[in-house]
């Protein structure tokens, strides 16, 4: 099998990618449409549409990330291939008619990142992979819950278009992937990712998801008003409204967070995320 690895543009990521060897590294974007959430530098904007081959505005995960990726890629000495889906816009309010993704219908993740990987994967691959997943060995409940969705033979099945039938598309359950967690074979943790990108010249975020991920607590999301109060109204704004339905958490509404009190000293990488393996990694 090809070994593929996925990296988010975390750290921890992004060490896989750099220790154990792989065919191919996979970075999968998310795009908003919203000019306030503008990339600000429009020539790494327009290197950024080149490389998805999709117009590029901006993203809700931070910035940062992309210059990650760019320094990453120079470091390794190896091409990233990037790949890209719907916006978000048209994820929420043509695919799912206004309905905002949640902890009980997270088809986020499914559509913005794996789905893209996918077909990337069909089109250049087309065969099982090993896709190399940076869980650390403290989140081997994130691995169970990966396992425990694989079939007889290791692999995990995504539902996507495998052809056409007559004018409608033919939809199957291809079983594409084969997960494996080096990090949690070898028994490493935080502290050894940390350690090993102190001198290296990377550019990192303190997290690597979506700014307003629901999977984070309020307390979180309220400290991102502070950073990035573009992106988290972007996220106030799906839930107004003339916007769309629902809401991205029950307890509580975005708009709501603004006027909590600026969590200064707040530690941001030590914060979970999606047991999916491909944001928060």
């Not at 210059?67 to 816009?89: H, N, R």
């Not at 499914?110 to 893209?116: A, D, F, G, T, W």
């Not at 278009?161 to 598309?169: L, P």
Request: net charge positive.
């Amino acid at each position: 099998m090809k070994i593929v690895t996925s990296i988010s543009g975390g750290r921890t990521s992004a060490y896989v990618a750099a220790n154990y060897p792989s065919d191919y590294l996979l970075f999968a974007l998310v795009r908003v449409e919203d000019e306030n959430c503008r990339f600000p530098d429009d020539k790494i904007r327009k290197e950024v549409e080149d490389r998805i081959q999709a117009p590029f505005i901006g993203t809700v995960e931070d910035d940062l990330i992309i210059y990650t990726m760019l320094d990453l890629e120079q470091y390794l000495g190896k091409k990233i291939d990037w790949v890209t889906g719907e916006t978000y816009e048209t994820l929420i309010h043509k695919v799912n008619y206004g309905y905002l993704p949640n902890i009980d219908r997270r088809y986020c993740t499914q559509r913005l990142k794996i789905e893209p990987m996918f077909y990337w994967w069909q089109k250049n691959i087309n065969s099982p992979v090993i896709m190399q997943i940076g869980f650390r060995s403290n989140e081997v409940d994130r691995a169970n819950k990966m396992s425990a969705r694989l079939n007889k033979d290791r692999l995990l099945s995504f539902k996507g278009i495998v052809g056409k039938r007559g004018k409608k598309n033919k939809w199957a359950d291809v079983f594409w992937q084969q997960p494996k967690f080096p990090l949690i074979e070898d028994g490493l943790l935080k502290h050894d990712i940390v350690k090993f990108w102190e001198d290296k010249p990377i550019r990192f975020a303190d997290y690597n998801n979506c700014v307003g991920c629901f999977h984070r607590s309020p307390l979180f999301l309220a400290k991102m008003y502070d950073l990035h109060p573009n992106k988290m109204n972007w996220f106030s704004n799906q839930e107004g409204k003339q916007r769309g339905k629902g809401s991205w958490r029950s307890d509580i509404k975005y708009d709501e967070l603004k006027s909590w009190k600026s969590q200064r000293q707040l530690e941001l990488y030590d914060f979970g995320g999606c047991d999916t393996g491909y944001c928060g990694i």
